[in-house]
Structure formats: structure tokens, C-alpha cells
């Protein structure tokens, strides 16, 4: 059942808050209409983020926010076109506001979708499918049927996907995991590391949805050899009605041992059933280019092209559009008599082992030399093997920035072919995740503060691990009944490339108050506005341009980004302690969301993804004693000793899942919704502490800042999704959120000692300063913002505030309030958005002028910043491009986010 339609908590008589007025961005007036009036709200517009529709995908998932009171929890919506055509759409709640109406609802279409390119989305009935996708479970298997293709997936066993059909003909079977471990590497020339194979073994698998128009089963287990179970797995299967493809969204968690465990592949395979002659089997593999033009390798098994003899230009033809060839007693028989001499092709490998090269190679079958076929730079990772009776496209999404990857056909001549996407490639080097260097003597804490002092790098024994961490990919396969087009299969190649995807406006994004309301659409209304907006531009597209310049990929690295810039060596500090891989350091992945969310651009929203992807599962500590925190920022991503709440907090994950549903992203969300646990295992500051401190179940040291800010936002996540902790996560968040505002000094207290049992903080007995720049600049800001619109509690509103007044006030000023000031702070036109939430809340015009005077001429990017390009070419750099001095990592984060929130906030104030 749709959890629209599940009554779990009846807080419809809550409704006073219905008709709140959007006063963060003084823009319309929320909807008024209580929970329980269906259509209160306006219709919203979703439309594709890139042209070309639906394209080949199966369908999209897309979520949409609604204004508090608008539409009640068993609202339904319909979905039509902009000619008035109904599409069949499936809709549940991922938010509730607090007084029960919907906050944020996902939605999902199929193929009736494809067509349009904007859709009106409003309360209503749905429209009923042509097609509906069911599931059914029989003891061990699961069987999902889209009124196309039929699967049958295994709750146990090695093979996740038992069978694929279409109609009466099975097009693939045993779809499973393999794995290849090296136990040494071969860091000389000896030759002497063996390999052994893992194959996949299922411990569970669940219907997490079963229609109309969407299916998802989720699949888990380990990788198995004799007695050896590990690298665990986490695989879900994505099915829309009337679609002949489904989706797969990979997860593996590293459990190994960084010295002896090292990945040499790791794959999800398939066995496709060869059914027609050889000359009507056929290979299709997608090289570089996008739609329309998308290179491919057009070949079959047996080709009777280019022969010393003709069979016949209209055979030839049909060959090569992959339709079925006539009888051969109609070829010229010259080339019927001799069909026995033409190679059979059965093998093919395609291996991307870098961003910048791939290589395509072929071989008649095993025991056999391989041929060149072909290369190129970037491979879209996409292919076909079947024949005119049906086959198997299947692709690998972000196939070159994920390398090394590759693609595998075997035995296309045989009965079966045998289809492998390789997720990391056999022929790359194994996969190393050990720790970079010796330690360098730093075995006690003052002897790692030096090493901080000199590289910024929180080293420490032990911490340099890489157990735990985990990596999603995205895959596509299709169950074509023919050989398809190739009109077709470049649809087909695009979609495994760019996935469609739909959004609603920023406008309606902005008029429903979400993520606190500190966004607004791009305004270039005035010459003072438009020149930020010309820096924000200017920002996003250095950090696009450096990820190609620099090449920011890798299965590990792509999706992240350089901290800090070495103007010497004219490169990013890769190989310089805490500078190198920034881990989300001062909040990039919410400048960018909310720069999305403004905009709507989809160039963002995909650097967006791909880093939302990596800093959830790469930087972040998924089993082990540190799950649930996340490795501060460092020349490996998990090399720094600072294990901490401000990286893995679901801060930077909330717009996306929201935005999509995905659920790997929700899951990441549940799991930290208990990491308050973490604090007995790990004290943040045990290197700089200096009073006496052991940790204790009911007195933890947690900070109010990026401690508490990251506790706060799975509390909340997992509240307004009603998840099966919402009960614990809501007292969590409304205990902590009383004991911070009851301390002497509120926020500007600093830490507290928090009791695991009570979910509350004991009330210190005497006032104490403890402000630090980095407090508020890891999701706190974006967290109170939310949590003050959401539940009135005033002494924490006023709590907060007073933090946001004084932080970038006088000394004096601080002193007057709280006996002492602050000391010596940064990172002010980072706070300047908290000049000018208070501004907004408060309406003080004071502090509105102060805000835009900190953003404009305290630190970070000022009136005085050089926004210009210095080319580069060697020697110089490696590869030419073109630097600015002046960006950093930091300072674009924070100025990003206070101009996105000031402009919202107070962008009426703006002086000029």
C-alpha cells in the first residue's frame, strides 16, 4: 500500500499553522487551505531537467514539495500533459509537515510518459495504466512483470535475477555478482600475485514497492568463497510498467583488509541465450559522443561484409541494421559454400582504464589471440549481444569518471553469451586502498598536532582506514525483442549515460518553504544582483572546468573536489595533507543543492548528484566502530583521524533524495539517526582537550555546532519521513533543542554533555563562551532555519538568534551580551547569512546592512576579488587549462551559500 494512503499519525487538528506567510523570502503567501482540502494547493509544473524527454529510460522518479497545510496525507495527484493528455502516475509521501499535510511526495512514470516535455502535476485521480507493473512472491523467488518483460529474482542463492523474458523468449538469465581478489601486489616485478573469484550469495531480498507503476526489490548479501563471506552488497532492481528495461543501483561496503584484500574485479554478469544463426547474432558497442551521435561498433558474429565475394548488397544491408537475413540459398553461392570459412567473433572486451582512453579488442573464443577492434577517449560504457530473435543492451553509468571500467561479451558464438560490466576492471592495477605513508613518527597526540601544523593533516595510527566506506553504481539493461535500431540504441546509450529526470520549477520549489526557505529564484533584476549572479556563474564553472582539467575521476574520487589551490606548482594540493580531497569541508554540497534549487539548471544538479553519491558513501563510515561518521578532508578520502558527525551528516543528502526518492540516499539518512552512539567510541576533540574527559552514556561531549547540526538533521529527516524511528528521532531533536536553549548562554555555550538514555543535555551551572567560525558552517545555519519554521519552541528561536546577532558584532558588543567576547573568529562573510536570517526574522534593518557589509568587505570573496582567467600551458601544468589564485574550496562554499541566503533573506536591502 502507498504510504499516502496509510493512516500511521492522525495530526490533522494541528492545522493553525495553515497560511503561514513565506516571510524568509517576503514571496507569496503559503497555501491556506487546512490538511484535509484536497487541491488546495496550485498545480506544479515538473518538466525534464535535459531535452530529449524520457528518451529509452523506463521511466523517472521525481519529487515534488508542497507548501505546509496545502494537501492532507491521502491526497492523490494526477499527472497531464500540457495538451491535457493523462499520464498514469504512482505517488507517495517521502515528508510530512508537523501538522500532518504533505511536505514532499515522489512521484514515478513510465513509458506513456515519453513525448512530453512538461507535465501539470495536481491533487486528483491518477490515471489508470495500460500497463501495470505486479509483483508476486512464490517461496524463493520473486517474479516482477512489467506487461513487457517478466523477471524472476532469487531471495537466496548466487543469482540475483534468475531469468529475464519477453513474451515466450528468455533473453537473459543468472544475473549475479562476481568478484576478483588479489591477496599481495606485485610492486616490483616478481608476478607472483594469485587471484581468487568471489561470487555473489544472497542473504535477503524484499518488495519495497509493487506498483502500478513502479517496483523496486532490494537484494542483499556477501560475496562468497568456501568459508569466506565479505565485501557485502546491497542491490536494488527498479521496474516501471509497460518498460522493457529495468534499472539496477549497486552497493558494496569494503570490509576487507586494506594489506591483503585488494580488488582486482568486480562485476555484475549475465548469461544471454544465443538462439539465431550466427550471421543474425549481433555486437553493438557505444564508443564516444552523445546523442545523436554516439559511435558504435556495428559488427555480428559472423560478418558477411567485406568478403572477397558478395553475398549481395541487400544482404550486406540487413546485416548491418541488424535485421534478419534471407535464406542463404538466395546469397550469391559463392559465399553460401563457404559460410564455414568466415570467424566466428565471440569475444569482445572493452576496457576504459583511464578518463581519457579506452581500448576495443576481439577474439574468435578462448585459447585464441585477441584482435584490435578499435579505441578511443571516452567510452559511453553501453553495449548489445543477442540477435534478430532478441538480446541484451546493457550499460554502465559514469563508465570513463568511474574508470577503470569494463565491458565483456563472451562466447557470442556458442548457445550462451556471457555478458560482464565490470565495475572495476581485471586489467586495471588491483585496487589499493592502503594508507599512503608510514606515519613519519607521529605516534603521539603533540607529535600529530605538528604534522598539522606543517601538512594539515589530522594523522593518527589506525585511522587511516578504509573499512567501511562504500561506492553505489548505476546500471541499465534492456530486453530488446530484436536487434535494435540504431536510432535506438543511441537513445538506449544516452539514457545509461544521462538517466531522464524531472523536476518542478524553482519557483515552485521556492513557494512551497522548504530546506528553511533561504532560496529564491535567480534575480538579475538590479546591476548589484546580477553581478553576483555573474560570480556564482563564475564559481560553478571553475569548479565544472577543474573536475576535466584536473581530472577529478576514478571509481573512489569522482564526485569530490580539491580543497586548496598551490599557486607555486599551478595544481591543486592532491598530495598535501588535509588540502587535498575536500570531504565536504564547509558545506560545497549545499552550495551547490541550493544552487540547483534557485536555478534549476541541470549542469548543477548532476555535479550535484555525483557529489552527493560520493561524499554519502566514500567519505562516510557505513560498518565498523566508526558507522556513522565521516573522515575529514585529506589526500586519501578516508586518511584523516578526524572521524566526525560534520561529514556525514545528512545535511548534504536531504535535497537529494528529496528532489529523486532514491533510496540507497534514504537508506544512508536512516542509518544516522542512532550515530549519537558514536560519541561513546570517539571523542571529536580528544586531541586539543584539555580538562579531564572520558566518555560516558550519560554525560558525552557533543558540540552545539557541527556536532549537534548533523544529529539534528537524521532526527529530522527520519521524523518528517516517518520512518520506523520517527517517534525516538522527534524526542531526540525536541529534548536537544530545549537543553541548548536552556544553557546560560544558549548556543554561544559551545558543547554540552548529553545523556544517550534521556536525549537531553544537562544544563551547565554557569555560563561559558565557546564560539568557533566552523560551528554553524556545517549544516547548523540550513538546520535551524528548518527547525524554527517547523516547531515553535521561542526560547530556542531566540537562542539562535542571538548567536546569528553576535557572532559578527563588535567585541564590545559580544562582551555587553555574554561578560566576554568571542575571540578571534573568521570565516565572517561565511556568517553573513546569519546577519541576515536574523534581519528577516527580526525585520532590523541594522542587521540587514550588516550582513551585506560582512559579505561584501570582511573576508572571503570582496568588492576587491580578481574574477578573471590566467591561461596555463606547459611546461607549467600537465595538461593546459586555466587557474584563478584566488578560489579556494572554502571560500566559494561559504561565499556560494551567503550570497544564495542573503539574496533570498534580504536581497531587497542589497546596497547599490
Known amino acids: 500500500m502507498s504510504p499516502t494512503r496509510r493512516s500511521l499519525l492522525k495530526l490533522a487538528a494541528a492545522a493553525g499553522v495553515a497560511g503561514q506567510t513565506s516571510w524568509l523570502l517576503g514571496a507569496q503567501e503559503a497555501q491556506a487551505a487546512a490538511p484535509g482540502a484536497p487541491g488546495a494547493a496550485e498545480p506544479v509544473t515538473v518538466s525534464w531537467l535535459e531535452d530529449g524527454g524520457l528518451g529509452a529510460a ?31 502516475v504512482q505517488t507517495w509521501a517521502t515528508a510530512y509537515w508537523p501538522d500532518g499535510s504533505l511536505k514532499w511526495t515522489a512521484h514515478a512514470v513510465g513509458p506513456e510518459a515519453a513525448g512530453a516535455e512538461k507535465f501539470t502535476l495536481a491533487a486528483g485521480a491518477a490515471a489508470t495504466a495500460e500497463k501495470k507493473v505486479t509483483v508476486t512472491e512464490s517461496g524463493s523467488r520473486i517474479t516482477v512483470d512489467t506487461g513487457v518483460i517478466k523477471a524472476v529474482i532469487r531471495k537466496d542463492g548466487g543469482k540475483l535475477v534468475e531469468s529475464v523474458t519477453r513474451g515466450a523468449t528468455e533473453i537473459a538469465t543468472q544475473g549475479r555478482l562476481v568478484l576478483l581478489r588479489q591477496g599481495d601486489l606485485d610492486d616490483g616485478d616478481a608476478g607472483n600475485a594469485k587471484w581468487e573469484k568471489f561470487d555473489g550469495e544472497i542473504s535477503g531480498a524484499k518488495v519495497e514497492q509493487d506498483g502500478p507503476v513502479r517496483a523496486v526489490v532490494r537484494i542483499d548479501g556477501k560475496h562468497r568463497k568456501g568459508s569466506r563471506s565479505w565485501l557485502p552488497f546491497s542491490v536494488r532492481l527498479y521496474f516501471y510498467a509497460g518498460a522493457e528495461s529495468f534499472r539496477m543501483v549497486h552497493t558494496i561496503t569494503y570490509d576487507g583488509d586494506q594489506e591483503k584484500d585488494f580488488i582486482r574485479g568486480l562485476g555484475v554478469r ?25 559511435g558504435f561498433l556495428t559488427e555480428a558474429v559472423k560478418g558477411i561484409t567485406g568478403l572477397r565475394r558478395d553475398p549481395g548488397a541487400a544482404v550486406r544491408t540487413a546485416q548491418v541494421k541488424g535485421e534478419k537475413l534471407p535464406d542463404p540459398s538466395t546469397w550469391d553461392q559463392r559465399v553460401t559454400s563457404r559460410l564455414q570459412y568466415i570467424p566466428e567473433w565471440g569475444d569482445y572486451t572493452l576496457s576504459q582504464l583511464s578518463a581519457d582512453g579506452f581500448t576495443l579488442r576481439k577474439r ?25 530473435s532478441g538480446g541484451l543492451s546493457f550499460g554502465l553509468r559514469d563508465f570513463w569518471q568511474k574508470h577503470p571500467a569494463q565491458l565483456d561479451i563472451r562466447g557470442a558464438a556458442s548457445d550462451e553469451a556471457e555478458v560482464t560490466l565490470w565495475l ?29 601544523n606543517i601538512t594539515y593533516e589530522d594523522y593518527e595510527p589506525g585511522f587511516g582506514t578504509p573499512y567501511g566506506i562504500a561506492r553505489t553504481s548505476e546500471l541499465m539493461f534492456w530486453a530488446n525483442g530484436s536487434t535494435p535500431s540504431a536510432e535506438t540504441l543511441v537513445q538506449q546509450a544516452d539514457t545509461v549515460r544521462m538517466p531522464p529526470q524531472l523536476a518542478a520549477s524553482p519557483q515552485d520549489l521556492t513557494k512551497a518553504g522548504v530546506f528553511g526557505g533561504l532560496f529564491a529564484p535567480v534575480d538579475r533584476s538590479t546591476a548589484a544582483k546580477a553581478k553576483i549572479e555573474d560570480q556564482l ?63 534549476g539548471r541541470s549542469d548543477i544538479f548532476r555535479f550535484a548528484e555525483a557529489m552527493t553519491r560520493h561524499t554519502g558513501e566514500v567519505d562516510v563510515y557505513h560498518l565498523g566502530k566508526w558507522a556513522g561518521l565521516g573522515t575529514r578532508h585529506g589526500v586519501q578520502h578516508f586518511a584523516c583521524s578526524a572521524k566526525q558527525q560534520r561529514i556525514s551528516t545528512a545535511v548534504y ?23 549519537d552512539e558514536t560519541f561513546l567510541v570517539l571523542d571529536p576533540i580528544r586531541k586539543i582537550r584539555t580538562e579531564p574527559y572520558t566518555p ?34 522527534e524526542a531526540r531533536l525536541r529534548s536537544t533543542m530545549e537543553t541548548i536553549a536552556a544553557q546560560p548562554n544558549g548556543f554561544v555555550q559551545g558543547t554540552g554533555l548529553y545523556d544517550l538514555d534521556t536525549g537531553k543535555f544537562a544544563v551547565a551551572d554557569k555560563p561559558v563562551v565557546g564560539v568557533s567560525h566552523l560551528s554553524a558552517m556545517f549544516g547548523l545555519v540550513e538546520m535551524c532555519a528548518e527547525l524554527i519554521d517547523i516547531i515553535d519552541m521561542p526560547a530556542f528561536r531566540t537562542a539562535w ?18 561578560g566576554s567576547n568571542f575571540g578571534t573568529l573568521l570565516l565572517f562573510q561565511g556568517h553573513s547569512r546569519q546577519d541576515a536570517y536574523a534581519a528577516a526574522q527580526l525585520k532590523d534593518d541594522q542587521l540587514a546592512a550588516r550582513a551585506w557589509q560582512k559579505f561584501f568587505k570582511s573576508d572571503g570573496y570582496t568588492v576587491t576579488t580578481d574574477w578573471s582567467r590566467t591561461k596555463l600551458e606547459g611546461p607549467s601544468v600537465l595538461v593546459p587549462g586555466y587557474e584563478n589564485l584566488k578560489v579556494n574550496t572554502n571560500e566559494t562554499a561559504l561565499f556560494g551559500l551567503a550570497a544564495i541566503q542573503n539574496l533570498a533573506l534580504v536581497g531587497d536591502k542589497i546596497p547599490g
Not at 521511466?59 to 507548501?67: A, K, Q
Not at 585496487?431 to 605513508?437: E, I, K, V
Not at 567585541?811 to 555587553?816: F, I, P, S, Y
Open 537 to 599: 556563474d563564475f564559481l560553478f564553472t571553475y569548479y565544472k572546468d577543474q573536475v576535466e582539467q584536473r581530472r577529478w575521476y576514478g571509481f573512489w574520487d569522482y564526485g569530490d573536489i580539491m580543497h586548496t589551490y598551490d599557486s607555486d606548482r599551478h595544481q591543486w594540493r592532491y598530495d598535501v595533507g588535509g588540502y587535498a580531497w575536500d570531504n565536504s569541508e564547509l558545506s560545497p554540497d549545499l552550495w551547490l543543492w541550493y544552487a540547483y534549487l534557485r536555478s
Open 364 to 388: 574468435t573464443k578462448a585459447g585464441h589471440g585477441w584482435i584490435t577492434a578499435g579505441g578511443g577517449g571516452r567510452a559511453n560504457g553501453f553495449a548489445y549481444v543477442g540477435g534478430v
Open 653 to 675: 543528502r536531504r535535497q537529494y533524495y528529496f528532489l529523486t526518492a532514491d533510496e540507497r540516499v534514504g537508506d544512508l539518512m536512516h542509518d544516522l539517526v542512532d550515530s
Open 424 to 452: 572495476w576492471s581485471p586489467e586495471a592495477q588491483p585496487m589499493d586502498l592502503r594508507f599512503y605513508h608510514d606515519g613519519m613518527g607521529q605516534d603521539t597526540y603533540p607529535e600529530q598536532l605538528e604534522g598539522l
Open 270 to 294: 549475465f548469461t544471454v541465450p544465443m538462439r539465431d544463426a550466427t550471421y543474425d547474432r549481433h555486437i553493438r558497442i557505444a564508443g564516444e559522443g552523445t546523442a545523436p551521435a554516439v
Open 801 to 818: 538568534l542571538d548567536y546569528c546577532r553576535y557572532f559578527n558584532a563588535t567585541k564590545a558588543e559580544q562582551a555587553a551580551r555574554y
Open 58 to 88: 523506463a521511466g523517472s522518479t521525481f519529487g515534488v514539495p508542497w507548501p505546509k497545510g496545502a494537501h492532507a496525507e491521502d491526497t492523490g495527484f494526477a499527472l497531464t500533459t500540457a495538451d491535457g493528455k493523462a499520464v498514469p
Open 696 to 729: 560516558d552514556r550519560h554525560a558525552l561531549s557533543i558540540g552545539f555546532g557541527t556536532d549537534w547540526s548533523g544529529l539534528a538533521a537524521a532526527w529530522l529527516t527520519e521524523w518528517e519521513r516517518r520512518g520506523p524511528k520517527a517517534a525516538k528521532a
